[in-house]
């Protein structure tokens, strides 16, 4: 990190570390994979750009290496995905069924039941909309802590425990009566 | 019972909740009893079904590039080689954080997962192995011949 301050040469351990998260991001918050490299080109354009302002907020205590670049560097991403939302009213929450769609010639019956079973989980996140749906994404893919969706979604830690928790709520809801006909 | 202890009793679960999840994202699972157990199946059925994406190889060397030549500008040294090292290839693997995680990965659009990986293996080792009967060299023989 502190060699990316001082040399903008060396951004590329940070970028090689960091843009299949950002483009991850950016494809479930867009929905276009093509969208989605413009998003991520982006962000890191502006990250690049604004490293000089970046301040370390990790403290010592926090362990060695720890950062909070990640979460600058999402907040970024999330200022782009708005911004590219606010140009793009006609699908302001994108449907998102790529992974769904994407051929595969090798697929197996074992693995057509799990897609199946994927198709309808994420469905039902998609319906949740808004910071919601988002704070399930960054906790289940991105594996992101509650501290760090907090400082990323301007939250505070417990409210974004309770969006998840409502989030999930709302999924098990959603997929329990889909499986019951009632939906 | 109260709207204010309602809601009191809601945040005490989004907080076990929340700590089943860190244990569940840890590859850690601890004990269930306090968590609801639809949540804990939505929870495991999430932590594992949903894909991740990554960018095709091609866009992120790409903009590797780009990234290098506004770095160069930046540092005013347009024209001479920065090392921005090319992909190393074990970072493009299923799974991001080696810890044995099968989760689906999406690259540029295709999807991909370790059974399917392996699938994909098994298939080129039998292509590449000699058949040991005769009637199987001779069917993969004729399968190998091109009409002329």
């Known amino acids: 990190m502190d060699a990316a301050r001082a040399d903008p040469a060396r951004f590329d351990a940070l970028y090689r570390k960091y843009v299949a998260q950002v483009y991850n991001y950016a494809v479930y918050e867009l929905g276009d994979h093509h969208e989605a490299e413009d998003a991520t080109e982006r962000t890191f354009l502006s990250a690049l750009a604004g490293l000089p302002r970046f301040e370390e907020r990790a403290l010592p205590e926090d362990g060695e290496g720890a950062s909070t670049f990640r979460i600058w560097l999402f907040r970024i991403a999330r200022n782009v995905v708005n911004e590219r939302r606010r140009r793009w009213r006609r699908r302001p929450e994108a449907p998102l069924d790529l992974a769904f769609t994407a051929p595969d010639p090798t697929d197996i019956e074992h693995a057509v039941v799990e897609r199946e079973s994927a198709m309808s989980a994420w469905r039902a996140v998609d319906r949740l909309g808004g910071d919601r749906r988002r704070a399930v994404i960054l906790r289940f893919v991105h594996e992101m802590s509650t501290a760090e969706i907090a400082a990323i979604l301007g939250r505070s830690e417990g409210a974004v425990r309770v969006l998840i928790h409502r989030g999930l709520r709302g999924v098990a809801r959603d997929l329990r009566d889909r499986r019951e006909g009632r939906a | ?148």
């Open chain 2, 1 to 148: 019972m109260t709207v204010g202890s309602s809601a009191r009793d809601g945040e005490i679960e989004a907080l076990v909740v929340d700590r089943y999840l860190e244990s569940l994202l840890a590859r850690a699972p601890r004990d269930t009893t306090d968590v609801p157990e639809d949540l804990r199946a939505t929870a495991d059925r999430l932590a594992t079904g949903l894909p991740r994406y990554h960018p095709s190889f091609r866009f992120e060397d790409e903009l590797a590039a780009r990234l290098a030549l506004a770095a160069g500008s930046a540092t005013g040294t347009i024209g001479e080689v920065i090392d921005f090292r090319p992909p190393r290839t074990r970072d493009r693997g299923a799974t991001d954080d080696g810890r044995g995680q099968v989760r689906p990965v999406v690259v540029g659009g295709v999807v991909t997962s370790a059974a399917i990986s392996l699938a994909a293996a098994w298939m080129a080792w039998r292509r590449g192995r000699p058949p040991g009967e005769p009637r199987m060299r001779a069917v993969r023989a004729v399968a190998r011949t091109r009409i002329v």
